[in-house]
């Protein structure tokens, strides 16, 4: 069964510090995977996506992920933190046959001043 | 126009009313969903249109009825609803389903059912 694992619910880094989000997936097939982030009371933004092809994928506010077939993981990171990156990130795999995605738990990140 | 827009932002509605969510894209994508999210919960999938014909109804109770009028709009018809259906409601499109894309999400309504 596809299934989507955020193990860390809550992180805090200082403004400035590195970041790394933490994602593993679970699924049959080639996955497609996601990050979203999401505002307090926001709809979902797309920060990247993996299809195929290069495994680290370049997002948007200088975000990037790597896909690494053999942990079967896709993590977020950053090298360098602003306050306005504080929000709820999500990790998602898509379904080919249906667009049907499957959600992580989230995790939610604080950035110290 | 690259955005998924949806009205009202917030809603509050009684136990017996009737109401109902819209949500709009003109960006030309053939498939819609909508989504409920729960505080602190990611979006779970409730209904997806693919051609303005229902793809998936995960199980949702009937209380919940979508439209899909055209391939610009997608409706969300609320009903005897519970307080537990208080949460914020996501609409989101892609180009088409079955294709692996990225879903397009609008800002959501935030709904209170007292």
């Known amino acids: 069964a596809q299934s989507v694992t955020q193990p860390d619910i809550h992180i805090t880094v200082s403004e400035g510090a590195s970041l790394e989000l933490r994602c593993n997936y679970s699924?049959?097939?080639?996955?497609?995977l996601f990050w979203y982030v999401q505002s307090p009371g926001q709809g979902l933004q797309l920060l990247l996506k993996?299809?195929?092809?290069?495994?680290l994928v370049q997002g948007i506010k200088g975000f990037e992920a790597e896909f690494k077939r053999s942990q079967s993981s896709f993590n977020l990171r950053k090298p360098s933190v602003h306050w306005s990156d504080a929000a709820e990130y999500f990790c998602?795999?898509?379904?080919?046959?249906?667009?049907?995605?499957?959600f992580g738990s989230g995790t939610k990140l604080n950035v110290k001043p | 126009d690259t955005e998924v827009t949806q009205t009202p932002k917030h809603l509050v509605m009684g136990m017996t009313n009737k109401k109902s969510l819209k949500c709009e894209q003109h960006m030309g994508h053939r498939a819609m969903y909508w989504y409920k999210q729960k505080a602190k919960k990611p979006p779970e999938l409730m209904f997806v249109y693919s051609y303005e014909k229902l793809s998936i109804n995960e199980s949702v109770p009937s209380r919940f009825s979508p439209e899909c009028p055209n391939s610009s709009l997608l409706n969300l018809h609320l009903h005897a609803l519970q307080p537990e259906d208080s949460a914020l409601y996501l609409c989101?499109?892609?180009?088409?389903?079955?294709?692996?894309?990225?879903?397009?999400f609008g800002p959501g309504t935030r709904l209170t059912v007292l």
């Open positions: 699924y049959g097939a080639t996955p497609y």
């Open positions: 989101a499109s892609s180009p088409m389903l079955g294709q692996g894309d990225e879903q397009f």
């Open positions: 998602a795999v898509g379904s080919y046959n249906f667009n049907k995605f499957y």
């Open positions: 993996y299809f195929s092809g290069d495994t």
